[in-house]
């Protein structure tokens, strides 16, 4: 069984920390309002707990065929709360979209879209849910039509006096606005919250060893989990009994279940085990490696002086195109171009097409061949549908509106601090919080 909390941020290829400052340690989410994500449009409007959008953000018209509205979601999984809304209003699941989902444990706010539905006829009677100002639009919501989010969340339990909190939050936010931003780690979710090893079946399936992605993905055993659900799976790493495992693996681990079960009646067709549990989560796997490739990779930049800094061998995009520094694009030239913010530093979010599409960075060119990688390897014959294609990512995710609110003597013992800030879609506020706290993962 492996212990969790020291070492998640390594598994998951975290390490080291843009900031010098000292943590100011603590923890989050201790209640559900303490740790609030809202939706801000392309437009800057932002979709607020309590209201919704504001009226100069609603884009109504009489007679479009679809309707958005606000979907404020209190501690409540995102398709939890569409299959609610689905059930309450009495419509298929299919006829919502929406822009991105949200943390469940979390309070939220974000729009949704339903087809051929009136503006009025859209309510929840629920404790967890509410709607606000929902109005008429001529097209539906697709996925990334927004430009982020814009967090507010409180810290608590820090144990230093308030004063001293207040400092190290405002030299850690200076550093922060000097560098213009934070490296845009891939956060835990991305891994899994009490299981950090989605990445290791990923990289199992990738290379076609089924079955050592199956004996991970039903074996794995961490910290962190129930009992109950600890002891299975040990149980059946010692036995290899799946039968006996069926009878021990706890009801809700359903996906599990599922593959227990065709290997009770199959117990050397590991492939089909897989092919048994839905497509999304085998997705999940793949892009998990991928994302634990770019952390590796920025996690070894943070240990240069200057980790922002352009050097040869990377990769830059602009209005322009995609360019390799030092290849297409002159060293100097890619220096005042990332000054100016008139270009962005990227690595490869590795995929089957990479090396075909574009440029490939050298230090993430470095990281595979130490994992003994290449792009063939993300095309699975035998499963192309969750064969990802690749992509870029920045390298620095930006930081908006960073603001440290004064600390204050928190009611259960120690210190609480305030931060607000806006993120780009796609981007982790954990990213930002290891920065400020500095804490083993747990404690997020």
């Not at 928190?410 to 506020?429: D, H, I, M, V």
């Amino acid at each position: 069984m492996r212990g969790i909390p020291i070492s998640t941020e390594e598994m998951i290829g975290i390490k080291g920390y843009l900031t010098t400052t000292p943590g100011i340690k603590g923890r989050i989410r201790r209640s559900i309002e303490d740790f609030v994500v809202e939706e801000v449009l392309e437009d800057g409007a932002i979709v607020s707990v309590g209201s919704g959008l504001p009226d100069h953000a609603r884009r109504g018209i009489d007679g479009g065929l679809y309707s958005h509205f606000a979907l404020e979601k209190r501690g409540v999984d995102h398709f939890q709360a569409i299959a609610q809304l689905s059930k309450e209003l009495g419509i298929s699941k299919k006829r919502f979209t929406y822009s991105g989902t949200k943390d469940a444990n979390a309070l939220t706010c974000q729009l949704v879209c339903v087809k051929a539905l009136s503006p009025g006829d859209i309510h929840i009677d629920s404790d967890h849910l509410r709607v606000h100002t929902p109005f008429r639009a001529t097209h539906p919501l697709r996925l990334g039509d927004h430009w982020g989010n814009s967090f507010r969340i409180l810290v608590t339990g820090i144990p230093l006096p308030p004063k001293q909190t207040d400092r190290l939050a405002e030299a850690t936010a200076a550093e922060i606005t000097k560098h213009n931003g934070v490296p845009n780690f891939f956060g835990h979710q991305r891994f899994g919250t009490l299981r950090a090893n989605t990445h290791i079946v990923g990289r199992h399936l990738l290379g076609g060893d089924f079955e050592s992605a199956v004996w991970e993905y039903l074996g794995g055993a961490f910290q962190g989990e129930r009992a109950e659900a600890i002891q299975a799976r040990s149980s059946l790493v010692e036995t290899r009994d799946f039968k006996a495992a069926l009878s021990s693996f706890p009801k809700d681990l359903t996906y599990e279940r599922t593959m227990l079960a065709h290997l009770v009646e199959n117990p050397r067709d590991f492939l089909g085990a897989l092919r048994r549990i839905p497509r999304g989560l085998l997705s999940l796997f793949v892009r998990a490696y991928q994302s634990y490739i770019f952390n590796l990779t920025l996690s070894r930049r943070l240990e240069a002086d200057d980790p922002f800094r352009p050097k040869d061998g990377d990769v830059l995009q602009s209005g322009r195109g995609t360019f390799a520094v030092g290849v297409s694009m002159p060293l100097d030239e890619a220096i005042q171009l990332l000054a100016r913010g008139r270009a962005r530093l990227v690595y490869s979010v590795v995929g089957y097409a990479s090396a075909a599409e574009g440029p490939i960075s050298r230090d993430i060119l470095e990281t595979m061949k130490q994992e003994n990688a290449n792009s063939s390897l993300f095309y699975v014959r035998q499963l192309p549908d969750i064969s990802p294609r690749g992509a870029y990512r920045d390298v620095i995710c930006p930081v908006k509106g960073l603001a440290v609110g004064g600390a204050q003597k928190g009611e259960q013992g120690g210190t609480n601090l305030r931060l607000s800030f806006r993120l780009p879609k796609g981007s982790y506020a954990t990213a930002v919080l290891r920065e400020f706290m500095k804490a083993d993962m747990a404690a997020y």
